[in-house]
């Protein structure tokens, strides 16, 4: 067997179903060795979309996705993807191929140096040095891409080693120098409980950490049982039921007020997987001033790094709140202790609810009251990605979920052109669901190629764009922050969406009438293959309640 054939049986025996990508000449051996296997290749139609498509396949199974490219551009064109995927901690194993052994350092065609290239956006990386060592390569990058925290694993492999013959690799693996930390510490579990038992303003604050541990029921199981309040980051929508009461809604930049001020009127924060981000912390030296830190994590270098844990436990979610909800039974904390914290929540959410009122002008589609009428018709039963903007914003705090693995978007890096070939990724792990991509103009031209992907892959895709001929999250804070200097935020509205899309072979409708509005979306998601609606919105709607960026994030404007 060739070197090829061994890495396509160790995805194989890895469990892998569907792979991502784009052949170029590096690549042919692998593309080959595809050929007659079991496993589906997706072929994509940019090496960004194969990324994001593996991205959005991990985050809809929780299984580790694969993204297969030539070398040269192939590889270069993978770096966002892979960048999205080591921020928001995505498990997935980027194969790239690599011009021959002998050849390598003589800027030889196609030639790069992806492994020097993506070394500070990788969780690790393996250089391929023989035909006997690709099986061996694979089998440890998705031992490290899955375990611990989880994130990208890169595997570059010489067309030679590819091409030439290979014995089977060894099954076990040997990482001397990886280890992961699951189980926490009894001591800090302890003290946690204490401060917990013991605090009369506490709040969760849970992150995608969370969705990663596979924690969500533990997680609610234990904020309902101690009666806490819960409010969830942008990556752990869905983490938390959005149809509890004890939701405050999604903290942050573009968050809900009763979760802004509940965090800064805290005494106690029980972060769960996350890992206090600028976006949510707003100006550091203002947020949770009066709080102290109970910060649960698998990856100790997250804790303290932002914001001072005075309580650090390192080790998986899950087996962290079970820990610590068998301690904080053992305290049996006095429930009358939270009233009057809840009547002070209680009152935020009756002025400022989670999902505050929304509605069209007349004339006008409004964005956030047509994200109401989307979910109005998912009812809760779709998966839906989403690209970066406005409408990621407005989408975060319209739909609801009361399940993980629901909502995908690109956080940490904030990537536009993520949301299409995200959920053509879900779409092929799960091909019955219904997969929703909510977009905007400007994201959506980024990736607009994949359209050709859904159509030929059969992956029926319904896109809901949201069109403000602009950039609308930079014309935003342009106008808020900038003196109303706008530039380079108009994207003008010469493009015809109905024609691009039919051109892909994709159906596709427009409306621009708040009252045509719930015909075309059930019209839509109705079609049996890929769909798009453009809904015209107005180029001046702001995405609000927000903070300043940098500021502080109990000060929350509109």
């Known amino acids: 067997m060739r070197g090829a054939d061994r890495l396509i049986e160790a995805l194989e025996r890895e469990g892998v179903e569907a792979v991502f990508g784009l052949p170029g000449g590096a690549s042919l051996p692998i593309h080959d060795a595809l050929h007659d296997a079991p496993i589906r290749h997706v072929l994509v139609r940019h090496e960004a979309g194969a990324g994001h ?57 196609q030639e790069c140096d992806v492994l020097g290239m993506t070394l500070p956006i990788v969780k690790h990386s393996i250089g391929v040095e023989s035909a006997d060592h690709v099986a061996q390569a694979v089998h440890e990058a998705f031992h490290v891409a899955r375990t611990g925290r989880p994130g990208p694993v890169l595997v570059d492999v010489p067309a030679d080693a590819a091409k030439g013959p290979a014995r089977e690799g060894r099954a076990e693996l040997s990482l001397p ?53 819960v409010t969830t980051t942008l990556m752990a929508l869905g983490a938390f039921p959005a149809s509890d009461r004890r939701w405050l809604g999604m903290l942050g930049m573009h968050g809900t007020r009763a979760a802004n001020w509940a965090m ?73 202790r939270l009233i009057e914290w809840w009547a002070r929540i209680g009152g935020w959410l009756d002025a400022h609810p989670v999902r505050r009122a929304a509605g069209h002008d007349a004339g006008t589609i409004d964005p956030e009251a047509a994200l109401d009428a989307l979910d109005a018709a998912l009812r809760g039963d779709a998966i839906v990605a989403t690209d970066v903007g406005q409408h990621q914003m407005w989408a975060a705090n319209r739909l609801r979920f009361d399940r993980p693995r629901r909502w995908l978007t690109s956080g940490g890096l904030g990537t536009m052109g993520f949301g ?17 991509c909510v977009t905007g103009d400007g994201s959506l031209v980024m990736n607009v ?28 804070q342009q106008d808020m922050f900038w003196d109303g200097r706008r530039a380079a935020s108009a994207l003008g509205g010469a493009l015809d969406w109905e024609l691009v899309s039919r051109g892909f072979g994709v159906a596709a409708r427009s409306v621009d ?20 609606l453009r809904v015209g919105i107005a180029p001046e709607a702001d995405c609000l309640p927000m903070f300043r960026p940098g500021g502080p994030a109990r000060e929350m404007i509109g």
């Open 177 to 229: 120098g990886y280890r992961t930390r699951c189980v926490p510490h009894v001591g800090q579990l302890r003290k946690a409980a204490a401060a917990i038992a013991a605090a009369r303003r506490p709040v969760v604050y849970a992150g995608g950490g969370v969705v990663h541990a596979e924690a969500s029921d533990r997680l609610t199981e234990f904020a309902r049982h101690f009666e806490l309040p």
């Open 420 to 436: 299409l070939p995200a959920a053509l990724g879900a779409q092929t792990a799960f091909p019955e669901e219904t997969v929703v």
């Open 53 to 109: 498509a593996a991205e959005g396949y991990a985050k809809a199974t929780g299984r580790v996705g694969v993204a297969i490219v030539t070398s040269g551009p192939g590889a270069t064109n993978l770096v966002t993807p892979i960048c999205d995927a080591h921020m928001d901690s995505v498990p997935t194993v980027f194969i790239t191929a690599q011009v021959s052994s002998h050849l390598r350092g003589t800027n030889a065609f």
């Open 449 to 476: 190629q994949e359209l050709a992907t859904a159509v030929e892959e059969e992956l029926p895709v319904k896109v809901v764009l949201l069109d403000n001929a602009g950039l609308g999250m930079v014309r935003q």
């Open 513 to 532: 009438e708040p009252g045509e509005l719930d015909d075309a979306l059930a019209e839509t998601l109705a079609e049996p293959g890929p769909a798009l």
């Open 264 to 336: 800064d009127e805290a005494d106690l924060v029980i972060a769960v997987g996350a890992r206090f981000d600028d976006r949510v912390t707003g100006e550091l030296q203002s947020f949770a001033r009066e709080a102290k830190v109970v910060h649960i994590d698998v990856d100790a270098t997250e804790i303290s790094k932002n914001v001072e844990a005075h309580i650090p436990v390192v080790g998986d979610a899950g087996q962290a709140l079970d820990g610590l909800a068998r301690e904080l039974d053992a305290l049996a904390p006095d429930p009358v």
